[in-house]
C-alpha cells in the first residue's frame, strides 16, 4: 500500500505559484520553492519530479483561476461594456490595491497611486520570460488565450445583439483586441507607476470599442 503523503499537495502546488509569480522562473531557486510551501527538497522532486513541472502545475492553477473569474464575468447579467470596464479595473485594482472609489482590489494586495505591485500577471510574465524557449509552456499559454478569446468574443457578440456595440465590427478583432489592452495594462503598471494613466488607458480602450 502506498504512503500517504503528509502534506497537502494543493496548498503546495498554490505556494509554489506565489514565489513564481513573485520572482520569475528562472530566478526562483529550489530553495525558494522549500521555503515557499514548507516542504524539503526530496518531498519536492518525489511529488513534483522537477522544478519545471512544478511550474507546469502552478501556472495552470493561475491560468485555471484567472479564467474562470473571467468567464463568470463575462457571462454575467451586465451589459457588454459595462464587463470589459469591469475587466480592466480588476488589473488596475490588483497593481494599486484599491481603487479610490472604493472598488476592490485582489486580497492581500495594497498601494496608491505611485504604489503598484510589481508583479505583473504570471500569464504574461512567463510569455515573455519562458515561452519562447519552452514550447511545452508556449502550448499551455496559446490553450489559455485561446480559452480567454472565445469567452470574451461570445460577450461581445451578445453585446452586438444588444445593440451595445455595433454590428459591423469584427467580434474576434474585438476580443483580440481586449485581450491586449489586459495585458498591456498589466505590463504598463510595472513601469507607469501612476494608477490615473492606466485609467485613462482603460477609458480610451472602452471607447474604441
Known amino acids: 500500500m502506498a504512503r500517504p503523503r503528509k502534506f497537502d499537495e494543493e496548498r503546495a502546488v498554490d505556494a509554489a505559484m506565489e514565489a513564481f509569480w513573485t520572482a520569475g522562473y528562472e530566478a526562483t531557486s529550489t530553495q525558494d520553492l522549500c521555503e515557499a510551501t514548507g516542504l ?21 492553477r493561475y491560468m485555471e483561476y484567472k479564467s474562470a473569474e473571467l468567464t463568470e464575468l463575462m457571462e454575467s447579467d451586465l451589459p457588454v461594456r459595462q464587463k470589459i470596464r469591469t475587466q480592466f479595473q480588476r488589473v488596475i485594482d490588483e497593481e494599486f490595491g484599491r481603487g479610490p472609489e472604493g472598488s476592490e482590489g485582489r486580497e492581500g494586495v495594497a498601494g496608491t497611486e505611485g504604489a503598484a ?18 514550447h511545452g509552456i508556449a502550448g499551455d499559454l496559446t490553450r ?32 483580440h483586441f ?32
Open 40 to 60: 524539503g527538497r526530496s518531498s519536492i522532486y518525489n511529488t513534483f519530479k522537477s522544478k519545471h513541472d512544478l511550474f507546469e502545475r502552478a501556472l495552470a
Open 117 to 134: 505591485s510589481g508583479r505583473g500577471c504570471l500569464v504574461v510574465n512567463t510569455a515573455v520570460e519562458v515561452a519562447a524557449r519552452d
Open 144 to 175: 489559455d488565450y485561446r480559452l480567454r478569446l472565445a469567452v470574451i468574443r461570445a460577450a461581445i457578440e451578445s453585446g452586438q445583439r444588444d445593440g451595445d456595440i455595433a454590428r459591423d465590427k469584427d467580434p474576434t478583432a474585438l476580443a
Open 178 to 209: 481586449v485581450i491586449a489592452t489586459i495585458a498591456g495594462l498589466k505590463v504598463s503598471a510595472r513601469v507607469t507607476r501612476q494608477r490615473s494613466v492606466l485609467e485613462m488607458t482603460a477609458d480610451a480602450a472602452l471607447a474604441a470599442l
